[in-house]
């Protein structure tokens, strides 16, 4: 299913639900101008596709004593499926990774993760991420302000 299948009022329940995923379906039908039935029966046909993966709460990792935000850039020193798998299973585990990215240039992965302080980013880095044996080089970038970070797609 692709995009075209979506119309106005499909991209603006979307919308409505990228900003609050907590509306009740009456106040989704009212911002989107349909009645409640009809806006219930476009949701779930929304998540049957796929458009809509999961209803999730963000929380403020601030607050909560994560007081570091990293980007960790990470080269494999091997590139057999066995080592990429145990590489990607180790990130799917550890609670602090927020994402995973396999990506091109000079790095194969970029992880962004939630740190408490210094010494848990000292006990990630040699405890989890350079023990996995096909983990060549790591590049750890601290993030200083957070400028923009969003989960909404931009859907016109």
């Known amino acids: 299913m692709t995009n075209d299948t979506l119309d106005q009022i499909d991209h603006h329940i979307l919308r409505e639900l990228q900003a ?3 509306l009740s ?17 476009r949701v779930k046909r ?29 080269s494999l020193q ?3 499926p066995k080592e990429v798998e145990f590489f990607r299973a180790a990130m799917l585990d550890l609670p602090e990774v927020l994402e995973c990215h396999f990506i091109t240039g000079a790095y194969d992965y970029i992880v962004k993760v939630a740190i408490r302080g210094r010494q848990d980013l000292q006990h990630f880095l040699m405890d989890h991420l350079t023990s996995i ?4 080089q ?8 957070e400028v923009k970070a969003t989960t909404a797609l931009p859907l016109e």
């Open 20 to 22: 609050d995923s907590s």
């Open 25 to 41: 379906n009456v106040e989704l039908a009212r911002r989107v101008d349909l009645s409640a039935p009809a806006t219930h029966t």
């Open 46 to 74: 929304l998540e049957q596709l796929g458009f809509i993966k999961q209803y999730t709460a963000i929380l403020d990792y601030e607050k909560l004593g994560y007081d570091m935000l990293c980007f960790i850039f990470v």
């Open 78 to 80: 091997m590139h057999q």
């Open 133 to 136: 044996p096909a983990v060549a």
């Open 138 to 145: 790591i590049h750890t970038h601290i993030v200083l302000d």
